[in-house]
C-alpha cells in the first residue's frame, strides 16, 4: 500500500559520483525510518544507509564518508548521495520505507524495485 519508486542508478567510472532518489507515494500513510539497501551477486543484502524522520543517519562502516543520506518529509523522498565510487559499490541498491497507517498499526517495511548500481572503469 505504499509504494516506493527509484530513480538515479546507472554507470559511473571509479571516483565518480551518482545520486539516488527514492519517492514513497500511499494516502494514509505516516512514513518513519527511510533507508537504502545493496545486494551484490552471490552476497546477502546489506544496510547501506538509514535515515530517522528526526534525521538521525546510520551508515555502513564502508560507505562513510563517501555517501550521504537525506530525506525531504514534505515528498517522502529519500535520496543517496554517493561520492567517490568503488568498483565493490556495485550492486542492486535498494530503497525501504516504514510506514503505518495509523497510530497503534503495526508498521511495515516496504521496499523500491530496486536500481542497478555499477562503477568500472
Known amino acids: 500500500q505504499v509504494q516506493l519508486v527509484e530513480s538515479g542508478g546507472g554507470l559511473a567510472q571509479p571516483g565518480g559520483s551518482l545520486r539516488l532518489s527514492c519517492a514513497a507515494s500511499?494516502?494514509?500513510?505516516?512514513?518513519?525510518?527511510m533507508g537504502w539497501y545493496r545486494q551484490a551477486p552471490g552476497n546477502q543484502r546489506e544496510m547501506v544507509a538509514t535515515i530517522s524522520s528526526s534525521l538521525t543517519t546510520n551508515y555502513a562502516d564502508s560507505v562513510k564518508g563517501r555517501f550521504t543520506i537525506s530525506r525531504d518529509n514534505a515528498k517522502n523522498t529519500v535520496y543517496l548521495q554517493m561520492n567517490s565510487l568503488k568498483p565493490e559499490d556495485t550492486a542492486v541498491y535498494y530503497c525501504?520505507?516504514?510506514?503505518?497507517?495509523?497510530?497503534?498499526?503495526?508498521?511495515?517495511?516496504?521496499w523500491g524495485q530496486g536500481t542497478q548500481v555499477t562503477v568500472s572503469s
Open positions: 500511499g494516502s494514509g500513510f505516516s512514513i518513519n525510518a
Open positions: 525501504s520505507a516504514d510506514g503505518r497507517r495509523f497510530s497503534g498499526a503495526p508498521t511495515y517495511k516496504y
